[in-house]
């Protein structure tokens, strides 16, 4: 009994720190430029078919295939966003635009994995095979690393927002954008940037969670929900809100799938995120307004 | 008349604006505005509000989308320009409603004040310049943005102004909502900013300690000028008493 729950809370800290990395990237352009964005599922699928093309060029170490995909899915990200929000920002409403162009996007991007790539799911290699025991539990190298590359990715994350000039201009927008504007931070800059940066969040993830559970054209949306209602249950634009709510959510998609069947974690996570929003509209760390 | 003849000649105007009209989606707020600030000096624009003041000072730091019209500054025309690029030239804007970074310290505040790229190489001097100034910030250098007095956070959105390393600085009422012993201090510190060598644009509504250190005065209505000429002129004018000082 106490080993079960122990690989279930190991099980929810790790998935947790992988949701931790995908949301603090969706919370990221939400916080920056106040839009949506409805293909970050879709991006996640995109790191792995990115991972999964480098793979196939034979490439076969892993830290190669990061160091490839990372610019990879930064200029994919930096391109879709100037190609298709930047001009939506010119024009009144454009956060509600964003959201449809997204969508849209979102839908676009899924035929055509589905298109190039197959219907069926692709695998990618395991990172590192093997296992460590410690008495009676077994770790898989995979799952520490998987663990250890997300919460990685996010402290470099942080460091980078915290001391650095574009760092600290991207959380200056996202704290007031016409102060931004008049310290002369170059905005379209920063929004772009964003949301290049965030894609390469998702995608990172999305080649982590791969080798667990397979490149799917139609994979994404579930993580889009996932990382929406971390978003939301955490406080929209709140990166703290979102970390804390990750692995809130990874460790209750433990416990219920393990106690109750997998069936129920979707629908313990919507019983979770209504609730809360319901006497928290603004979520566990959001703000009004 | 002469005087802007003589400037033409000898190239001392710093700010020269002529035919600005500016909107607000469809509402046409600044019609055919034409001014000019002289190098060193202090000049104040009054008027009642929302008839373009604030309008007008962001107009010329890029920060209105619709402009039409000349803005040159220092011979450069800069009407229409990205507002990063007109900071980096040397033109700050100063907030009415202060524009901070409410969850950013005193200090990150300050150096995001340096974003730009002609003032990164001064900002070691220039904050040491702004604790001078004001030695009350260099204290609080550690505390949220969003956990200061109305007070401190105007003195603090004139710091992060003069971080910017601006030659011209255009400042939003800096005494709105501020106390009249804290006015009188926002006086001081204008004064000393020009005195360090900054040209300054001002807009208020009238303040008395403000008014009087203008070297020049205009005066905006409903989107246009309605007066110009030095502050003894603005005091025999009947018009200009009726309607800020209520004789």
């Known amino acids: 009994m106490l080993v079960e729950i122990i690989d279930v809370i190991i099980s929810g800290m790790i998935n947790g720190s992988v949701y931790a990395l995908m949301a603090v990237g969706l919370t990221l352009i939400y916080g920056v430029s106040k839009a949506f964005n409805f293909a970050y599922g879709s991006f996640y699928s995109m790191g792995g078919y990115v991972a999964f093309m480098i ?137 772009s940037a964003t949301f290049a940066i965030s894609t390469v969040m998702v995608g990172m993830g999305g080649i982590l969670l791969a080798q667990k559970y397979f490149v799917t054209p139609m994979g994404g949306w579930d993580i889009l929900v996932k990382s929406w209602v971390i978003t939301a249950f955490g406080g929209m634009g709140s990166i703290k809100g979102s970390l804390y709510a990750a692995f809130i959510v990874g460790m209750l998609e433990a416990f219920v799938g393990w106690h109750f069947g997998m069936n129920w974690t979707l629908i313990a996570l919507f019983a979770v995120l209504l609730t809360t929003l319901a006497i928290r509209p603004q979520g566990l760390m959001g703000k009004w307004g | 008349m002469i005087q802007g003849l003589l400037n033409a000649i000898w190239g001392m105007l710093m700010i020269k604006i002529e035919n600005l009209n500016a909107y607000y989606d469809d509402f046409h707020v600044l019609k055919n505005v034409s001014m000019s600030v002289e190098e060193g000096q202090i000049v104040v624009m009054l008027g009642p509000n929302g008839h373009g003041k604030s309008t007008f000072l962001k107009s010329i730091c890029g920060l209105v989308s619709k402009v039409k019209g000349s803005i040159m500054f220092n011979g450069t025309q800069i009407s229409g320009l990205a507002a990063e690029k007109i900071v980096n030239m040397g033109i700050t804007y100063i907030a009415e409603n202060r524009e901070l970074f409410p969850e950013m310290t005193v200090l990150e505040n300050l150096k995001m004040g340096a974003y730009s790229k002609s003032a990164r190489t001064h900002e ?124």
Not at chain 1, 167 to 173: D, I, L
Not at chain 2, 191 to 208: D, F, S, Y
Not at chain 2, 213 to 232: C, H, P, R
Request: proline share 3%; with cysteine; charged share 20%.
């Open chain 1, 55 to 191: 793979f196939g060029a034979h490439i076969n170490n892993y830290i190669l295939v990061f160091c490839l995909a990372a610019p990879i899915l930064f200029l994919l990200g930096y391109l879709i966003e100037k190609a298709l929000v930047a001009p939506l920002r010119k024009r009144d409403d454009w956060e509600i635009k964003v959201m449809m162009i997204t969508l849209g996007l979102a839908l676009f991007l899924d035929n055509s994995y589905q298109v190039i790539f197959g219907a069926r799911m692709k695998s990618l290699p395991t990172i590192l095979e093997g296992s460590i025991e410690l008495g009676d539990f077994i770790l898989s190298y995979q799952d520490i690393i998987i663990f250890i590359f997300s919460i990685g990715g996010i402290l470099a994350f942080r460091w980078f927002l915290n001391n650095t000039r574009t760092g600290m201009s991207v959380r200056a927008v996202a704290q007031n954008p016409a102060g931004a504007q008049i310290v002369g931070i170059p905005k379209e800059f920063v929004f």
């Open chain 2, 124 to 247: 070691k001097k220039n904050l040491e310049k702004v604790f001078e100034l004001f030695p009350r910030l260099k204290n609080r250098v550690n505390q949220m943005a969003s956990t200061m007095s109305g007070g401190e956070a105007r003195m603090l959105a004139i710091a992060r102004g003069l971080m910017s390393n601006a030659r011209f600085l255009a400042v939003d009422e800096p005494s709105l909502g501020l106390q009249p012993n804290l006015r009188d201090e926002v006086a001081r510190i204008i004064k000393e900013i020009n005195i360090a060598g900054i040209t300054v644009l001002l807009v208020e509504q009238n303040i008395p300690q403000i008014t009087e250190l203008a070297d020049q005065l205009y005066v905006l209505e409903e989107g246009q000028i309605t007066f110009e000429g030095s502050k003894d002129e603005a005091l025999g004018n009947d018009h200009l008493k009726e309607i800020f000082l209520g004789m």
